[in-house]
């Protein structure tokens, strides 16, 4: 045991140290003179369709949340992604030309962005540059929340175990232009750990419950093991196992004043009981698992409890099995109505690879509706890695903003953006198309935390099967669509309305 008050004196110490290191990615004040994301692309595959995933990925990747925040105290959405320099295909196209981007660490590639939506003057300031990740790796994305007192705190994230992972938090509330770095640690066990490695960070923080994170951890197998960890502060976490069952698995969550919420698929050591299928590319099962209080007790959507970690693939918290469909899972969105019933939205496929032979991706929505799942289809779109967004309004109504419709580089992630909308449950869906005659592929919608209806949905562009810009957009609730400036004059600059042509 560390007596209290030699303990009390290392947490000082860890919790409050800013990186000095000339190993560590800087903070800087510096800001960016305009608005420009990231491509990036994941497992070459040949043919036609060039690559697992790819495109424009600023504001990739689904599990990773939230990566804007509405706060209506000053009337602003407060937003991130992975930007770059304005020469970045040029500059790095021998890397970006490679078979994997994952190992490359190389000096002024991706750089991790902060900026906000000003609601009363209908602009943006130039983004700030937090820091160079030292990476082409998109899944260092970073991601985002605000606290009681208008903090910001940015996670930048890692993907696996060959990259440390960061914490930035505001020097006042509310700004964007001065940060400090802190070290979290984990108050688990007796030893106070430095957290300086985590993955899928998803950081939410809620007035009654404080912060609660969901994220991932690699074992040395490459195993993505589910983590929850629950603080007050945001500085000492309690971190406890959620998942562990197999290889691993990919969670999407949730957080309201009362509970804390996580959907996730896992990832088979033989997926349906074909020899050579397993791990990532084969993750299927729908499960949802949620906390009352912080993390001490688990339950079932019906209450029954469960014990952490789960590791049986058949527990309490299957929500649906569709290995035994041979359908792959791709988790997208998850939202708490004001019931606190959760609906998740995600993906159905017939396997991993880009192209129609692996079609349909089928949109499908698990509802909660207080003593069961209702499960029902929204739509079809043509790639695993298609992503949108999902709201909840106060009329029980549903909203889904997504790239569901045919882009100019079909089969590969994103498209043309579509809001669906129901009105029964998510039973029959509705649609109205925001854009169309697009040069790239749109991408990730994300949805800001209590969004307001002038910024609703935020994503990017790029080319589904070749290195090229991606600019940033986003729409108001009504579908206008609106690009942020990709080069700025001025301190601040309205963002343009863009008129698409319609199919």
Request: net charge negative; hydrophobic share 35%; glycine share 8%.
């Amino acid at each position: 045991m560390i007596a209290t008050a030699t303990r009390d004196a290392i947490l000082s110490v860890l919790i409050l140290a800013t990186s000095v290191s000339a190993d560590s990615p800087p903070t800087a004040a510096a800001t960016a003179d305009g608005y420009r994301g990231l491509w990036y692309f994941n497992q070459r595959i040949g043919g036609e369709f060039v690559y697992k995933y790819s495109g424009g990925l600023g504001t990739y990747c689904a599990k990773h949340k939230p990566m804007a925040v509405y706060r209506p105290q000053v009337n602003k959405t407060f937003f991130c992604y992975g930007g770059v320099d304005a020469d970045y295909i040029e500059r790095f196209s021998a890397e970006l030309d490679k078979g994997n981007l994952d190992g490359e660490s190389p000096d002024g590639a991706i750089y991790h962005m902060v900026s906000y939506f000003d609601h009363t003057t209908g602009e943006v300031v130039r983004p700030t540059i937090l820091c160079d990740k030292h990476t082409l790796d998109a899944h260092d994305n970073p991601v985002m929340t605000i606290d009681t007192e208008g903090y910001l705190w940015i996670y930048s994230t890692a993907h696996g175990r060959s990259r440390p992972a960061f914490v930035h938090k505001s020097k006042e509330p509310y700004d964007v232009r001065h940060f400090e770095r802190v070290t979290p640690v984990d108050m688990a066990s007796d030893r106070a750990t430095p957290i300086t490695n985590f993955s899928y960070m998803q950081a939410w923080h809620s007035d009654r419950q404080g912060f609660c994170f969901f994220y991932t951890k690699y074992d040395s197998f490459a195993k993505r093991k589910t983590l929850f960890a629950h603080s007050i502060d945001g500085l000492k976490w309690n971190t406890q196992h959620v998942a562990d069952i197999e290889a691993g698995h990919y969670q999407i969550s949730a957080v309201d004043d009362t509970k804390a919420a996580t959907a996730f698929n896992y990832h088979p050591h033989e997926f349906a009981g074909h020899a050579g299928q397993k791990g990532l590319n084969w993750r299927t099962n729908l499960y949802y698992v949620e906390t009352l209080d912080q993390g001490n007790t688990w339950q079932a959507a019906d209450g029954t409890a469960v014990t952490l970690p789960l590791t049986d693939r058949d527990n309490a918290g299957l929500v649906h099995d569709y290995e035994q469909e041979e359908l792959l899972v791709y988790m997208k969105d998850i939202a708490l109505d004001g019931d606190g019933n959760p609906h998740i939205l995600f993906i159905t496929s017939k396997g991993y690879a880009s192209g129609p032979a692996n079609g349909p991706r089928t949109w499908r929505l698990a509802r909660w509706t207080g003593d069961q799942w209702q499960i029902h289809d929204v739509t079809t779109s043509d790639n695993n890695y298609d992503m949108g967004s999902l709201y909840l309004h106060d009329d029980q109504s549903l909203t889904v903003i997504a790239p569901t419709e045919p882009g100019p580089q079909p089969f590969n992630p994103g498209g043309e953006i579509a809001m669906w909308k129901s009105r029964d449950g998510g039973v029959s869906w509705q649609s109205t198309q925001l854009t169309g005659g697009s040069p790239y592929n749109h991408t990730y919608v994300r949805r800001p935390v209590d969004a307001a209806p002038e910024f609703y949905g935020f994503w990017a562009d790029g080319h589904g099967r070749k290195p090229s810009p991606s600019q940033l957009y986003f729409c108001d609730s009504a579908g206008n669509v609106f690009r942020l400036p990709k080069h700025m004059h001025s301190d601040s600059q309205a963002p343009e309305q863009v008129k698409f042509e319609q199919n």
